[in-house]
Every structure is written in C-alpha cells, then in structure tokens.
C-alpha cells in the first residue's frame, strides 16, 4: 500500500514527525525554499508584470529529484511547510517545482502529537494571496538590491549594497549618532534632604518639587545657592501622606521581537543567536518516556495569542505550585500591536509542565537559558498582577516643597516566578522604591543634610539590539522574522560596528546612508518603508492586488534610479602619483585605495599588473624568528602582522580571530574562525593550546546520529555550502545543504551583481 508524503522544511522535523505517524507515512525535509531567483541576473518581466523567472536553487537538485521520486509513489502529498509566508511560498514552489496537483496544505504552530494530527484532519489549498505576499516582498528587495547596489559600486568603492529594509535600519543608526554628536547639554541642579522622624536609622531622603507651589526648575548654582540659603534654619514639617495601592500587571508572553529583546539584556544573546536557538527548541529534542518532541511554539509571530487548553494547562500548574491566588481570575489574552498578523499563537512552551529544572539535562547551555526565559515569561504572563503599597510623602520648608516615595510589596503576584527587563537600567518606579518610615501629617522631622548636585541633560543612547530591534517594530520597518538578518548584514557590510554593545555608523555607512538619503528619498524614507509593509499585509489578506502595488511604486522609483546614475557624485579615491617609477615596465606607480586599503601598483594597469606591498603600520613587536620589528599590514584576507624583513623572513600571524557562535564540541569553549598561511578558512577552539579541537568545515552545533561525534558544513570553493558532513573521517554521514535563513529577502538586497552589469552601470 503506498503511503502519505508529507513534506516539512527541516529535516530534524522528520524526527519527530516519524515517532508521531509510523509507517502509514514517509516524511521528507525539503530544506526550505528549493526554488529562487537565480542569484546573476533580476530574473523579474517588469514589462509583463514583473512575472518572475524561477530556478531550482543548484544545492536542492538532488533534493528535488528525491521528492518527485517520492510524490509520484505517494497516495497522498501533504505540504508542511512553516506556518508563516515564507512556509506559504515554499509550499507553493514545491507544488511548481515537483508537478504536484491538488496537494494538501497543512500546518502547525508546535510540533506535538496532538498538533500534528489536527493538521492532517483540517488540510486546506495554498493560499496565494499569502504566496503573492512573499513574492511581492522578494521581488521588492531583488529590484531596490540590484538596481542601487551597482551605483553605489561606482560611485564609491566595489562590493557596497543597498537594500529597502536594511538601509533604513542603517539611517536610523546614522540619525541617532547625529543627534548625539550636535547634543548640547543644559545644565540644571537637584536638591535633596536627608530627613528622618527620630533616629538616624529611619532616615529619608525626599527631593525637592517645588517653590510656592509651583513646580521648580533649577538652572545654575547660583539659583541653587539662593534657595540653600532660604532654607536656612528652617523647620520641615510632613505636609500630606498619600497612600495608593498600586498594581504591576505581567509582560504579554513573547513574540519574536519581544523575544529578541529581553534575550539581548537578560542572555546577551544577538538576534542571530536567539532564533537559531529558539530553531533548536522549536524542532525539538529526545525526551525519555515520549521521543523526539518540540519544546516551543513557533518562534516567528507577531501575535500574543494563546490557545485556550494552554491557558488551562497553565492555570492548572500555577495553582497547583504556588496557590490559587496566584493564577489569572480569567484567562489573559493580550492586545495585539496594529500590524500584527495574528496569524499563530504566541511562543510558549508547548507542554508547560515540562518544567525547565526538568529538561535541562537534555539541552545544552544557551537552549536551557532560553527555554527557562520562554517559560517563566508565559507562565507569568498567565499570572495575577503584583501589588504594592506606595506612600507618597509630601514635605513643607518654609515655602518650599520636598517629595518623597515609598513602597512595600503586598502581594508579589507574577514576581513569584519572572520579572521583564529593562533598557533604562537606572530609571526607578514609584513601587521598586524602597518603603519609608511611618509618617503622619504636621509631624515634624529632622534635617540631617541637604544636598545640592550639578547634572546635565544627556543625548539619546546610542541603539543597543534590543533597542534597535524595538524602533525597528514600532517604526513598521521589515517584520520580527527579518531582524536578525538585518542586523547581521548592516555589520557584515560595515555600514555600521558594535562597540560597547551599542551601534555606531562607520564613515562608510554615513557617506553611503547620505548618498541614499539625497537620491532615494522615499526608500529611505522611513514611514514609506512601513507603509510597504501595510501594503503586502493587504496582499497577503486578499485586499490588495500585487502586480498594482508593484506598479505603483516602481514608476517613481526607476526615474529615481536613472537620475542617481547621472547626478549622484563620485565620492572614489582617483589614484595618486607614489613618485616611483614601475620596477616592470617603468612607467610611473600610482597609490590605489581597495577595499583592503591603499596598495602602490603600475599606472599602466591592466596592460601591466605591477604590486607592491603597502606602507606598514605601526610596530607589533619583535619577529619571533629573526628579531627584526613586526608590523601590522592589510591584506586579501583581512589584517595581519609581518616581519618587516619580508621577502627574507616571511614570518606572519593572525590578528584576531573571528567568533562563529557555535560552542566547542570538546571543551565547551568558543570556536573561532582562523584563517592559514595559505589564506585558507579553519576552525579551532579559542581555548587554544589548552584545547586542541580544529576542524575544515564550521561546527554546525549538532552531533552525528551515527557515531555521535559532531557535524560540520562541507563547503564548495566559494564558500557556499554543499551540505552537512560528520567530522569522524571514519564515518559516512551526510546531509544535504541546510535551509536559506527564514525571510531572505532581507539578505537578497545586499546580493552584488555580476563584474559585467557592473561595468554596464
């Protein structure tokens, strides 16, 4: 008897799916999208529509061939793609790509028994307008990419790239430094008195508000001279005690952005980090007593929804461990932002009794940091508010007015188990305060010291990612699913650098955000950039016809285009004279700038290829070798330090080596990338030499199910990666290519074209 096909996007899916369904069905992982458009040209008709031209993606042809094998045997094809847009599309290639007719579209927002069987009952077609979608998204960021990328290429330096979205994440870096570098700081003062009603024990301090009751702005140190001086002698006399009762409500449970967020100040997680984590707990792990089961919702959604037996399973945990005061009086559900989609639930754990201390053997550290931050997040999400008692004092002072706030924990509510980060550290609320002594109104008090202190206005902070990951959500621009990659391509670019945690632009990323500014003013502009999205919302819902919106904003922006081809200036580096003549063919030499830095080569390039090695930098040291001075020089593949003695001492060492994310399968450490004197990539423990771990291909993070070593990627020349390998040379393990990023698009705008289209800019 044939047997049902379902289709998933990754194959640690295929896991679980098989421990769930038997052998009534073969499950295959198509690793994501199997088709794109091809990476040399646009490959978009703008004239007819912008009908685009698709390929099967070169790593997924044997992949392709084994799933056509696979449907043609099969008596039913179930597509299973993610459950977002970019699952939509896959689902739709793959129908395309294999010859399917009619194939079921199923999904799932967790991958449970429970979850998996409903899909299979409630299969629907595919929905193009959720196709259409993606594809207008795609065709945008391919269009902005290869249309802006060769300008700047010209105009600037090679390899530059432009995209909708990450240029604009760029601006907002680019506007914020701005904004502190032309910050001018005002001065202004505070006082405050050091009160207690008896004993010193008891003391207080209240800051002062106000002057004949009107609130006091104190500019100078000489305003704040005269008021020390009014209050000389004078008696401080409780005026007012006013009590509240205060509530703290708990956090809405995650969505990708808010996930990103507190696992950047809590876990000092990148985004990058987090959703390949987050990845990891999604697909799954072997529990003992139930197999391969995912610990987590699906981690890309915008909506704070939760279904009503997880509330009941968290309802039922919270009474049964902390008491019944402590759970919600109703179910909670949270109030979605304007622009979510509300297309899944909330991330939560998928069984919330699975308890973090419980799991935590069978994770490794970062997922059991960030499975406990999921959990406690919804389960306090599903809890009652905390109370507090906040006693506000106000103090009389011949006529002027002090203030002081207290507060005592009544009922500690959701605190019992998780309390929400925060950006501004120092910024205090009225209920964190700590409680003052009991007061009573006309009761007098004793002054033990009043204290005056200078403070100046300080300029916005600089973007942290967490921050930038907020203005990037409130702002509309790209969705929670893209942050990550763009995050990663603004760095990878050098459009701007983490310093300190916080973003700052580069020269580079300014010059090239101003020129982007000057001549694509809407594609910079950032309420444009949200309204695109509003727009392939409306696709998406079947209120808005893609080819139209495509339209619409394709006219302008072309003559934009034409018109930065022409009017955009050359900000390049013309060679100078180096006043030396070519040891070759002894024309003159001339200093050239690359993306490496200057170089000195012949003027008579290409007809001669004459190099020579730049100026060195500063001194490095000694050479281990001969003694002569090392110094640091830039090359092909980054800077390095060399002998000065070169050609005849050829002693070399690596600066830096580069962090990959990915622990040490043998001691736990950090593995960096290193770079050999032959200029080819490896990969070794930063432990080294107390660890010796070295490995050709970068550790994928996972262990071999054949002999439990590690597995590592297994690259093609360029770099591109040709699939997953086991690092045991004794074993025969392989897996095919892993799947793109979710929400390319986002990383397609930065693709550079080919040298012959950009010559033809």
Not at 106 to 118: G, S
Not at 402 to 425: C, I, P, Q
Not at 590 to 605: K, L, M, P
């Amino acid at each position: 008897m044939a047997k049902k096909l379902i289709i998933v996007e990754s194959p640690a899916k295929t896991k679980t799916l098989k421990g769930f369904l038997g052998s009534d069905y073969q499950i295959e992982a198509s690793m994501g999208h199997v088709r794109d458009l091809p990476e040399k040209k646009l490959s978009i008709d703008i004239a007819n529509d912008f009908a685009p031209t698709y390929v099967i993606i070169p790593e997924r042809k044997d992949v392709v061939a084994k799933l056509i094998a696979a449907a043609k045997n099969a008596s039913e094809v179930y597509l299973a793609s993610d459950p977002d847009r970019e699952g939509e599309a896959i689902s739709w290639h793959l129908q395309e790509a294999l010859g399917l007719v009619n194939p079921r579209r199923i999904q799932f927002n967790e991958i449970t028994k429970t979850a998996v069987q409903a899909a299979l009952k409630n299969y629907r077609t595919i929905d193009m307008d959720r196709v259409n979608a993606q594809q207008a998204r795609r065709e945008l960021d391919r269009i902005v990419g290869y249309k802006i990328s060769p300008i700047l290429a010209k105009k600037v330096q090679p390899r530059l790239s432009a995209g909708r979205v990450q240029s604009v994440a760029v601006r907002l870096i680019a506007d914020r430094e701005r904004e502190i570098l032309a910050f001018k700081p005002v001065e202004y003062w505070s006082i405050t008195a050091s009160l207690t009603p008896d004993l010193v024990k008891n003391k207080f301090d209240a800051a002062l508000i106000q002057r004949d009751a009107k609130k006091l702005e104190i500019s100078n140190q000489a305003a704040t001279d005269q008021i020390l001086s009014d209050l000389k002698g004078a008696a401080y006399t409780v005026k007012s005690v006013k009590r509240t009762e205060k509530r703290r409500n708990p956090a809405a449970p995650f969505i990708t952005s808010t996930l990103q967020q507190e696992a950047s100040r809590k876990l000092g997680f990148n985004a990058k980090t987090t959703m390949r984590v987050a990845q990891q707990l999604y697909e799954g792990v072997d529990v003992p007593g139930e197999g391969h089961v995912g610990l987590i919702t699906y981690m890309r959604t915008d909506s704070t929804r939760i279904a009503d037996e997880a509330q009941a399973a968290a309802r039922h945990l919270i009474t049964e461990t902390y008491g019944a005061k402590y759970a919600a009086t109703l179910g909670k559900q949270y109030k979605k932002g304007g622009a979510a989609q509300d297309a899944h639930e909330a991330i939560r754990p998928t069984d919330v009794n699975r308890l973090p201390d419980r799991i935590s053997q069978l994770l490794n550290r970062d997922q059991e940091r960030l499975y406990k931050l999921i959990w406690q997040r919804f389960v306090a999400s599903q809890m009652a508010p905390a109370v507090f008692d906040v006693v506000t004092v106000d103090i009389a002072a011949v006529n002027y007015t002090f203030r002081a706030t207290g507060s005592t924990m009544k009922f500690d509510g959701f605190l019992r188990v998780y309390t929400e980060g925060r950006d501004d550290v120092n910024k205090v609320e009225d209920e964190d305060k700590q409680p003052l002594p009991p007061l009573t109104e006309a009761q007098i008090l004793k002054l033990l010291a009043l204290t005056p202190k200078q403070h100046f206005t300080e300029p916005p902070p600089r973007f942290t990612e967490a921050t930038l990951v907020k203005a990037l959500e409130e702002k509309g621009i790209g969705r929670p699913s893209t942050y990550a990659s763009i995050i990663a391509t603004i760095q990878d670019r050098q459009y701007v650098e983490l310093a300190e945690k916080k973003f700052r632009p580069t020269a580079l990323g300014l010059t090239v955000n101003d020129l982007l500014v000057k001549h694509f003013p809407s594609i910079m502009d950032i309420t444009f950039t949200a309204g695109m999205e509003s727009q392939l919302d409306g696709v998406a819902e079947g209120k808005e016809d893609w080819v139209q919106m495509m339209r619409r904003w394709y006219d302008p922006f072309a003559e934009s285009v034409k018109k930065a081809g022409t009017e955009m200036e050359s900000l390049k580096v013309p060679p100078r004279e180096a006043g030396q003549d070519c040891p070759t063919c002894g024309k003159p030499m001339v200093i050239r700038s690359s993306r490496y830095g200057e170089f000195v080569s012949c003027s008579d390039y290409p007809k001669c290829k004459t190099i020579v090695r730049p100026e060195a930098e500063e001194s490095e040291g000694e050479c281990p070798k001969c003694g002569k001075p090392m110094q640091a020089r830039a090359g092909r593949f980054g800077k390095f330090i060399a002998c000065t003695d070169y050609p005849e001492c050829k002693t070399t060492k690596q600066i830096s080596a580069v962090k990959v994310d990915v622990p040490c399968p043998k001691c736990g450490g950090e593995v960096v990338q290193k770079r050999s004197k032959k200029g080819a990539t490896f990969f070794g423990c930063g432990n080294y030499p107390k660890c010796d771990f070295v490995a050709w291909g970068k550790p994928v993070g996972r262990s071999c199910p054949r002999c439990e070593s590690i597995l590592v990627e297994n690259t093609f020349r360029g770099g591109r990666i040709a699939g997953i390998k086991c690092h045991n040379a004794e074993c025969d393990y392989k897996e095919a290519a892993p799947p793109k990023a979710k929400e390319s698009d986002e990383a397609e705008v930065v693709e550079f074209v080919s040298e012959r289209e950009l010559a033809a800019a």
